[in-house]
T-cell receptor, first 112, second 113 residues
Framework: DQQVKQNSPSLSVQEGRISILNCDYT??????FLWYKKYPAEGPTFLIS?????DKNEDGRFTVFLNKSAKHLSLHIVPSQPGDSAVYFC???????????FGQGTTLQVKP | NAGVTQTPKFQVLKTGQSMTLQCAQD?????MSWYRQDPGMGLRLIHY???????DQGEVPNGYNVSRSTTEDFPLRLLSAAPSQTSVYFC????????????FGEGSWLTVV
């Protein structure tokens, strides 16, 4: 049972435009949500996070939106750059256990 | 600053062999975990630990053992390797609270033939 789902395996956008990556979850007990970026042959690196008590968090070109009623979060990248091309994973942290559950990932390609 | 260090980086095993993937962190992080990455499956949690002497199962624990005798080390043992365990394995660590950044190692590529 996949508790964190990224239903779009891939996304292609033009440089300078907005990239929107989506993530859905099923467990209402998740208390933190995080986005990670991964390049080939490297470990994932942290991008941005949001607490379940907030609905938006912004860091430079990256903004994460959380809609708790829909159990949905999204990552907006504006403007998109070719260097943003990578696999993006959303993850959710489960309460006191601290377990971090990841989605399947979305491969973003930003075309020059 | 070494961060999270995994060894070996590459390994080929025969079916039925056992081996240990090593993971060490030098950041005094309480939380450590192991993930495997497979195409279309994302990162799946194998085992995790919230401190020395404490371990728990993740999403896909079967066929793997862990122990946490020190804060720094969190080895992952494959008891009897199977081709289904061919994967890329990532170790990760985090300081305390759930909202803190989790740091990943560079990965260990394991092939079971």
């Amino acid at each position: 049972d996949q508790q964190v789902k990224q239903n779009s395996p891939s996304l292609s956008v033009q440089e300078g435009r907005i990239s929107i990556l989506n993530c859905d979850y099923t467990n209402s007990m998740f208390d933190y949500f995080l986005w990670y970026k991964k390049y080939p042959a490297e470990g994932p690196t942290f991008l941005i996070s949001i607490s379940s008590i907030k609905d938006k968090n912004e860091d430079g070109r990256f903004t994460v939106f959380l809609n708790k009623s829909a159990k949905h979060l999204s990552l907006h990248i504006v403007p998109s750059q070719p260097g943003d091309s990578a696999v993006y994973f959303c993850a959710a942290s489960l309460g006191n256990t601290g377990k971090l559950i990841f989605g399947q990932g979305t491969t973003l390609q930003v075309k020059p | 600053n070494a961060g999270v260090t995994q060894t070996p980086k590459f390994q080929v095993l025969k079916t039925g062999q056992s081996m240990t993937l090593q993971c060490a962190q030098d950041m005094n992080h309480e939380y450590m975990s192991w993930y495997r990455q497979d195409p279309g499956m994302g990162l799946r949690l194998i085992h995790y630990s919230v401190g020395a002497g404490i371990t728990d199962q993740g999403e896909v624990p079967n066929g793997y053992n862990v122990s946490r005798s020190t804060t720094e080390d969190f080895p992952l043992r494959l008891l009897s390797a199977a081709p289904s365990q061919t994967s890329v394995y990532f170790c990760a660590s985090r300081r305390g609270q759930a909202g803190n950044t989790i740091y990943f190692g560079e990965g260990s590529w394991l092939t079971v033939v």
